[in-house]
């Protein structure tokens, strides 16, 4: 079975501390991709990152950065420095393969900077 | 100009009434999804499309159907509404190269009463 995990379901912070948004994923395959989006408060989807189930190089992209560990299922993403713009719906999410290349989502982490 | 697009972006409408979501792409990606987001729930598959003659079903396709009119449309049709499909559906698509992202048109805030 597919299955994305983000148990934080919202995170609230002060602007200019690190968050991080935790991301766990189940799959059987040995080929997969993983997935990034940020949903703002406009409402629409904004990719991110990718990444695939055989480049565990973790990286860093400005304040933004991604934890890859395939030990642990874990798809890990920080913000440094938060900012009040961050603040938007997160969405992690698995590639799968059999149900045509679509994509299956997380429930998403709801993250709030507040000045 | 957007590479997807949805119409409408807002709709309203009762219960029973035939509704259909429209998806337009000028990124040439032959295949083509149609999500559906409720609070909390993330977003889930109801539809996709490899090309105009292959439609498959998704995790949540019960009260939905679909159309591939061109390789470019992909339209979304709830034959009569119900209120619990009331929700935000987003189209999307992507290219034939797995490792590659979908693209998201803007979504369709659709409320049934």
């Known amino acids: 079975a597919q299955k994305v995990t983000q148990a934080q379901t919202e995170i609230s912070v002060v602007e200019k501390e690190d968050v991080t948004l935790d991301c766990v994923y189940e799959?059987?395959?040995?080929?997969?991709?993983l997935f990034w989006y940020k949903q703002p408060p406009s409402g629409e989807l904004v990719f991110l990152i990718r990444?695939?189930?055989?480049?565990?190089q973790n990286e860093i992209s400005g304040r933004y950065s991604w934890n890859f560990q395939k030990s642990t299922s874990s798809f890990n993403f920080t913000i440094t420095a938060s900012q009040v713009v961050d603040s938007a719906v997160y969405f992690c999410?698995?590639?799968?393969?059999?149900?045509?290349?679509?994509?299956?989502f997380g429930k998403g982490t709801s993250l709030l900077v507040t000045p | 100009d957007a590479d997807v697009t949805q119409t409408p972006r807002n709709r309203i409408t009762k219960t029973g009434k035939r509704i259909m979501l429209e998806c337009s792409q000028t990124?040439?990606?032959?295949?083509m999804y149609w999500y559906r987001q409720d609070p909390g729930l993330g977003l889930r598959l109801i539809y996709y499309?490899?090309?105009?003659?292959?439609?498959n079903k998704g995790e949540i396709s019960d009260g939905y159907s679909v159309s591939r009119q061109a390789q470019a449309k992909f339209s979304l049709s709830l034959e009569s509404a119900i209120p619990n499909q009331t929700a935000l559906y987003f189209c999307?698509?992507?290219?034939?190269?797995?490792?590659?992202?979908?693209?998201f048109g803007p979504g369709t805030r659709l409320t049934v009463l």
């Open positions: 999307a698509t992507s290219d034939g190269v797995s490792y590659n992202e979908q693209f």
């Open positions: 799959t059987r395959d040995t080929t997969y991709y």
């Open positions: 990444r695939n189930s055989f480049d565990e």
């Open positions: 999410a698995l590639r799968v393969v059999n149900s045509g290349y679509a994509l299956n």
């Open positions: 990124k040439g990606h032959d295949r």
């Open positions: 499309s490899f090309d105009v003659k292959d439609i």
